[in-house]
């Protein structure tokens, strides 16, 4: 029974041993093999591991479209690429950066001290927005630490033509000027994530999958029609140029929808070109400049004097003798133009005439139907650094502001509200709010005035182009034309400047279905030439006479041919 135990523990014993000989083996061997690859073989598995690493890098995406109403391009992404250097992978004496420095139009030595001097840095850009040919010889060059990445550039093909309105980003693509920065977040886009492996050169070898979805960004469709818009600026620059001028706006706008169809300013200036960026030019003077609009308001004074009841288009009004005073102002007409009815006060562009009839109204009458057609207030389209204007409240004590308010003095507004304040003259008394976003369906316009008072005025109006009235020039053959002129002295540090002037016209045509409303302004006209009958309006006449044929208008003036003449 003894020697059975005795057997049995001798050999559980045995095979303890055995089992911890193995495991005491298997730890010996391991121990071994670590020691090898730490002594024997570290350089080689360094080697596999700087040749194999997962990265995750980003997937860039484009910004998003801008296009004119008929799907016209006006601001694009175009693919570019980036060269960046990694300084503390890179071999200074490599010969390839002597090429690279070609490509990259400097010199070999400046490349070579850049990137001596951030040395210890992991990165640093070479060159932005390189061209992809360009990219892809940088690329062939296989420079240990030099990597291409891949990204956008926004162009403009519009170029100058669009550029106050359509603005333009800066060089990581993010909106500076324009509605590129009114929309930014709706244009912007989001770079996607996607992990990759990459061997020591940077270089990507797998893609293994994606981390984050890249969003491209938002397309907008704007109003405006590229025909016109094109159409509206060369004449505009030919008018600025030829009258010596400091400046100058047009707006076009649809007189039933609101929407801008046009929208030019001069000086204006490349957004391809960032030289070109120069502050005088980077504004968008048609929401940001402001100006008394003188004679232009008096179609509204007239509107305000018909809505009260007391005047028709026939009522005699007394203008003699050519001046009047109202306590210490004197206000002066051209000449004396006697007795003339409302209407020739419009056509004639009576300083005298027009005061008579604001200074026989309540005193709220003239100064809130500015208001209600959009004078003195933002006109709500969203632009940057768009001016709201000025337009005072006067009490019933305040005569010579009442006085200089009803044509067009002591106010202030920009070419835009000036133009929206037309849409109810040339749409029967409603009018819409502007936009520079195309419509799919109009809003519900707002009436302002009687319909029967928007056409009296509008006819009115029509007198102005006659040969009798100030803005003959504004004509357009084919077409009935609606409108009025303007001249104001420009404002001064000290006040009024005798020597400066600002130069308007603003009407619609064809006038008995306005389906355009104009206004153009023109800075400081140096020569013979100032008054806005002789400046403004010829640029109405080319600029809106061409959008109406672009935009295939059936002319309502054509006279009827002589049918005994042509039986001769």
């Known amino acids: 029974m003894s020697d059975d135990k005795f057997i049995a523990d001798a050999g559980r014993g045995w095979r303890l041993w055995l089992v911890l000989g193995l495991l005491f083996a298997v730890a010996l061997g391991i121990m071994i093999r670590m020691l090898s690859l730490y002594v024997e073989e570290q350089a080689f598995l360094q080697t596999q591991g700087d040749a194999r690493s997962l990265r995750t890098v980003q997937v860039p995406a484009h910004r998003g479209i801008i296009t004119d109403r008929n799907g016209e391009p006006l601001a694009v992404s175009a693919p570019v690429a980036t060269i960046w250097a990694d300084p503390a992978m890179m071999d200074l004496q490599d010969n390839g950066l002597a090429q690279l420095a070609v490509l990259l139009k400097t010199n070999k030595k400046k490349l070579i001290s850049k990137l001596s001097k951030n040395r210890a840095k992991r990165f640093i850009y070479l060159q932005r927005q390189v061209t992809p040919e360009i990219a892809e010889q940088v690329r062939n060059l296989q420079v240990d630490g030099i990597h291409v990445d891949r990204e956008y550039k926004r162009y403009y093909p519009a170029a100058e033509v669009t550029t106050h309105l359509v603005g333009f980003t800066n060089l990581d693509g993010q909106g500076q000027e324009g509605l590129e920065l009114a929309y930014e977040d709706w244009l912007k886009a989001e770079s996607g ?180 057609l959009g004078l003195g207030q933002s006109t709500g389209i969203g632009f940057p650094g768009e001016s709201s204007g000025y337009l005072p409240y006067l009490n019933k004590k305040q005569l010579i502001e009442r006085a200089t308010l009803s044509y067009g003095y002591g106010v202030s507004v920009t070419p835009l509200q000036l133009a929206q304040s037309y849409l109810a003259l040339a749409n029967d008394g409603v009018v819409s709010p502007v936009s520079l976003i195309k419509q799919e369906g109009s809003e519900k316009p707002v009436r302002v005035m009687p319909e029967s008072v928007a056409k009296n005025v509008r006819k009115m109006m029509e007198t102005v182009i006659s040969v009798k009235g100030t803005g003959r020039r504004a004509a357009i053959p084919g077409y009935k034309v609606a409108g009025k002129t303007g001249t104001v002295h420009k404002v001064g540090n000290g006040g009024y400047i005798d020597d400066q002037y600002l130069s308007f016209f603003a009407g619609m045509a064809p006038a008995s279905n306005p389906k355009l409303v104009t206004v153009v302004m023109v800075d400081n006209p140096k020569g013979q030439e100032y008054y806005g009958g002789e400046v403004a309006a010829p640029v109405f006449s080319r600029a809106v006479g061409g959008a109406l044929r672009l935009m295939n208008v059936p002319p309502d003036d054509w006279a009827e041919p002589d049918v005994h003449m042509a039986q001769r």
């Not at 009522?315 to 000449?335: A, E, L, W």
Request: glycine share 6%.
């Open 193 to 372: 994530k996607q992990l990759v492996l990459k061997d020591r050169l940077g270089r990507t070898i797998k893609h293994i999958r994606e981390v984050a979805p890249a969003h491209h960004g938002n397309d907008i469709q704007l109003s405006i029609d590229l025909r016109l818009q094109y159409l509206a600026y060369r004449e505009l620059k030919a008018a600025v140029s030829a009258h010596n001028a400091d400046g100058g706006s047009l707006v076009m706008l649809d007189a039933t929808t609101g929407e801008v169809l046009a929208m030019v300013n001069q000086p204006s200036y490349n957004p391809n070109d960032p030289r070109q960026r120069i502050s005088s030019a980077l504004r968008n003077r048609a929401v940001t400049d402001t100006f008394e609009p003188g004679s232009t308001v008096k179609p509204m004074t007239v509107a305000a004097a018909l809505m009260s009841g007391k005047y028709s288009p026939d009522t005699v009004v007394d203008t003699s003798p050519g001046y009047m005073r109202v306590k210490r102002k004197t206000i002066r007409d051209h000449r004396n133009y006697g007795e003339i009815d409302v209407s020739t006060i419009i056509t004639k562009s009576s300083n005298v005439g027009v005061t008579k009839l604001s200074l026989s109204l309540p005193e709220g009458s003239v100064r809130n139907l500015y208001h209600n």
